[in-house]
């Protein structure tokens, strides 16, 4: 019965600390990325949505004053919020031709969710890696819909016959108007240095974050050869001069060394997927200071699970072959210094599968660097160092409590957060099972 009434109390404070200024969490275990460790008997005071304070729970007690309301967590662990940087927040199908056939109003509709759970899950921050445009991002910002922090790239951008390239073999005419076809709305077909500069100052003026470029094969593209070069280095560098000049960066999809190195080369800044990366590429990689984002766990979900959502089996080959070569990538980026941030992208129903790359990670590397892969680095490739993925002043009061210590057991964050007794999004309750 007492802890029944505790657990009412602490509820009833946090609920009500929603409108209070400030207010102070104490946590017996706080999980401090830049220290690598878990430090005991701390707290952290929150005022205006950002982190006023962080240190030994009796020194920022007496710093916040009589007026503040002091929150006890007990036996859990607060943590920074998650940052997954490789989502798409409007691929609700995973066979994507069938996108083709979702109408704006629809996709946004499934996309509302998808932002939902994600933020359920414990991710306060997501990268979407092309899809969301300026206005879901601002439904977000201004409360509509619950969801992360948005950093979009609109619409990503493909040559013809590459990885954006959805059309049939027997479509002669030009893709229909982007209002009535998802798959038009979210993806970009550019030819060419200029007709690519073009597209990447349009994505840019409708508000992209990023400008993303697929630069090689994909799986779940129906025509295009994995081992396939995607844009010329004319064409990736006209995207990166017009990114830099607009103060935004190019990430790029690209699975071989071949594809890597070119990107790398024409000065992208990050990687997704790299499944084929080999020792040179890696290092080429980390010389540069080039991040790498693996999304083991969507090659992963989609052997197992794809075929009956859809997925031909020419895809599911293609997925075989980049799977096999997972493991090996988290090594090598690991042996050369390359900075890995979290990343899912799962598509469609695979969504409930977010959490699984903590698992799939916690194979090869210490659990700390898998938490910092979704808090400090993932920052880091937003560009928002400082101010998300870490407990510091200054810092957005974007938080987790964790019943148990993730550091010994990753498997807490699974299966749509059941050990996430609290998130905290700006200072802002979204979830209390406390």
């Not at 009412?8 to 275990?29: E, H, I, Q």
């Not at 920022?60 to 989502?87: N, S, Y």
């Not at 998802?182 to 240095?193: E, Q, T």
């Not at 409590?401 to 550091?407: A, C, I, K, S």
Request: aromatic letters at 4%.
């Amino acid at each position: 019965m007492k802890r029944i009434l505790l657990a009412l109390s602490l509820g009833a404070s946090l609920v009500s600390s929603l409108t209070a200024a400030p207010v102070v969490l104490k946590a017996d275990r706080l999980i401090d990325p830049v220290a690598g460790q878990v430090l005991t008997g701390q707290a952290v005071s929150i005022d205006n949505g950002r982190i006023v304070e962080m240190g030994a729970a009796a020194a920022v007690v007496q710093h916040a004053g009589t007026g503040a309301k002091v929150i006890d967590l007990g036996a859990c662990t607060l943590l920074p919020g998650l940052i997954d940087c490789h989502v798409h927040t409007h691929h609700s199908e995973v066979y994507m031709n069938r996108m083709e056939a979702i109408p704006l109003t629809l996709m946004m509709a499934r996309s509302a969710g998808r932002l939902k759970r994600m933020l359920d899950r414990g991710f306060t921050t997501v990268r979407d890696a092309g899809g969301a445009d300026w206005g879901t991002k601002t439904a977000v910002e201004t409360g509509l819909i619950p969801g992360p922090r948005l950093f979009i790239s609109c619409r990503s951008i493909g040559p013809t016959g590459g990885h954006n390239d959805r059309n049939r073999r027997t479509d002669i005419a030009g893709p229909p108007c982007l209002c009535c076809n998802g798959m038009v709305f979210i993806r970009a077909i550019a030819d060419g240095p200029d007709a690519v500069r073009k597209a990447a100052r349009e994505q840019m003026r409708q508000g992209a974050d990023q400008v993303k470029l697929m630069v090689s094969g994909g799986v779940a593209s129906p025509h295009d050869p994995l081992e396939s070069i995607q844009f010329s280095k004319e064409e990736i560098s006209a995207a990166v001069e017009e990114a830099h000049a607009f103060g935004r960066y190019v990430l790029t999809h690209a699975y071989t060394p071949e594809a890597i190195t070119r990107a790398v080369d024409c000065g992208v800044r990050t990687i997704e997927h790299g499944n084929m990366v080999d020792a040179p590429t890696a290092r080429l990689m980390a010389k540069k200071g080039v991040y790498m984002i693996p999304n083991l766990v969507t090659y992963d979900a989609m052997k197992r699970r794809a075929k009956e959502l859809g997925m031909p089996d020419v895809m599911l080959e293609k997925n075989d072959e980049v799977l096999k070569h997972g493991y090996r990538e988290l090594e090598l980026c690991r042996k050369f210094g390359v900075k890995m941030a979290y990343g899912s992208d799962l598509l469609g129903a695979l969504e409930d599968e977010q959490t699984g790359e903590f698992a799939i990670r916690g194979e090869v590397m210490p659990a700390i660097d898998v938490i910092r892969s979704a808090t400090l680095i993932g920052a880091e490739v937003v560009r928002q160092e400082g101010k998300l993925g870490t407990i510091a002043p200054g810092a957005f009061a974007d938080l987790l409590v964790v019943d148990g210590d993730p550091l010994k057991n990753l498997g807490l964050f699974k299966d749509g957060g059941p050990h996430l007794s609290a998130i905290m999004k700006a200072g802002k309750i979204h979830k209390n099972a406390l």
